[in-house]
Nanobody
């Protein structure tokens, strides 16, 4: 069955960096656009970033442009989210999503605090 397993979250100070990973299985990873979403306490889940199959095009939420970078390694069935210059408002549970598959992983908690 489809599985998405996120990792790499943690507690980081403002201005710090984290790299999230999502390992996928149960579908043909290389043929799927992949996205990252996040959900902060008391808020709706929101789009963060997207990368097309093949990695040729990326899109970002305005709030993370210039700070976050999405990438993929099809040989490892993995999508990454490099997060730099983190802010307290980036605190959320981060989820990866395979476009058109409709499954979510358990998420990974990112907390930005001094």
């Amino acid at each position: 069955q489809v599985q998405l397993v996120e990792s790499g979250g943690g507690l980081v100070q403002p201005g710090g960096s984290l790299r999230l990973s999502c390992v996928a299985s149960g579908f043909t990873f290389s043929s799927r656009h992949m996205s990252w979403y996040r959900q902060a306490p008391g808020k709706q889940r929101e789009f963060v970033a997207r990368i097309t199959s093949g990695g040729g095009t990326t899109n970002y939420h305005d709030s993370v442009k210039g700070r976050f970078t999405i990438s993929r390694a099809d040989a490892k069935n993995t999508v990454y989210l490099q997060m730099n210059t983190l802010k307290p408002e980036d605190t959320a549970v981060y989820y990866c999503f395979a476009v058109g598959i409709g499954s979510w992983g358990q998420g990974t908690q990112v907390t930005v605090s001094s």
